[in-house]
T-cell receptor
Framework: EDKVVQSPLSLVVHEGDTVTLNCSYE??????LLWYKQEKKAPTFLFML????IEKKSGRLSSILDKKELFSILNITATQTGDSAIYLC???????????FGKGTLLTVNP | GAVVSQHPSRVICKSGTSVKIECRSL??????MFWYRQFPKKSLMLMAT?????????EQGVEKDKFLINHASLTLSTLTVTSAHPEDSSFYIC????????????FGPGTRLTVT
C-alpha cells in the first residue's frame, strides 16, 4: 500500500528559528513529490520535486528530494508567525497522477 | 494563474436531501479533477478522480451512487452528495491538474458541508 509519512506531526518554534520538516514515502510508480501549505482552507502549492538532489527555493522556503532514500525535506529559515500552518507532502503515483497525502506537520511559530 | 474555485463555500442541509458542489478551473483547462474529503485534524482523503467526458474513478470504500461526480467540460466538475446524512458532514476539496504539467494539482478553497 502506498504511504507517505511526515515528521514531526507538530512543531512549535519561535520567530527567527529555522525548521526542517520531513517526508518519507513508499509509493509505487512514483512520479513526483509535492509540498503544500494549508492554513484555514484548502492547501496552497509550494513545490513539486521530481529529480533527486535538486533543491527548489522560494524565498525562505526550500525543498529537496532524495529518490534513493525515498524522502524529502522542507526547510523554512527565519520563520515568521505567518508561517504557522499545516505543511502537507504528497506523493504522485500511477498513470492518473493521484496524490497520496501524509498526515501533515502542524507548525506553530510564536512571536 | 492556476486558480480553482468552488461553490458553495459553505452549505447546511437536512438529512435526506442532496447537495451539489461545483469545482471550476478559472484560467486553465483541466483534463483531470480530483475530489477529496478532509475530516478535522486529518489529512486529505482522495475520493475520486474525474476525467473530462468519462466516468469518474472512485477510491475503494467510496460509494459512487452516493457521491455522484460529473465532469462535463474541461473547466467544470461537480460532486453531488445524494441523500445526505450527518456522517457526510465534512470539508470537501477539489483539485485540478494543468494539462501541460499534470503532476501539479491546484486546490479549490473547499466546501464545508454540514448535514443536520
Amino acid at each position: 500500500e502506498d504511504k507517505v509519512v511526515q515528521s514531526p506531526l507538530s512543531l512549535v518554534v519561535h520567530e527567527g528559528d529555522t525548521v526542517t520538516l520531513n517526508c518519507s514515502y513508499e509509493v509505487t510508480n512514483f512520479r513526483s513529490l509535492l509540498w503544500y501549505k494549508q492554513e484555514k482552507k484548502a492547501p496552497t502549492f509550494l513545490f513539486m520535486l521530481t529529480s533527486s538532489g535538486i533543491e527548489k527555493k522560494s524565498g525562505r522556503l526550500s525543498s529537496i528530494l532524495d529518490k534513493k532514500e525515498l524522502f524529502s525535506i522542507l526547510n523554512i529559515t527565519a520563520t515568521q508567525t505567518g508561517d504557522s500552518a499545516i505543511y502537507l507532502c504528497a506523493g504522485v503515483w500511477g498513470s492518473n497522477y493521484k496524490l497520496t497525502f501524509g498526515k501533515g506537520t502542524l507548525l506553530t511559530v510564536n512571536p | 494563474g492556476a486558480v480553482v474555485s468552488q461553490h458553495p463555500s459553505r452549505v447546511i442541509c437536512k438529512s435526506g436531501t442532496s447537495v451539489k458542489i461545483e469545482c471550476r478551473s478559472l484560467d486553465f483547462q483541466a483534463t483531470t479533477m480530483f475530489w477529496y474529503r478532509q475530516f478535522p485534524k486529518k489529512s486529505l482523503m482522495l475520493m475520486a478522480t474525474s476525467n473530462e467526458g468519462s466516468k469518474a474513478t472512485y477510491e475503494q470504500g467510496v460509494e459512487k451512487d452516493k457521491f455522484l461526480i460529473n465532469h462535463a467540460s474541461l473547466t467544470l466538475s461537480t460532486l453531488t452528495v445524494t441523500s445526505a446524512h450527518p456522517e457526510d458532514s465534512s470539508f470537501y476539496i477539489c483539485s485540478a491538474s494543468l494539462i501541460s504539467s499534470s503532476y501539479e494539482q491546484y486546490f479549490g478553497p473547499g466546501t464545508r458541508l454540514t448535514v443536520t
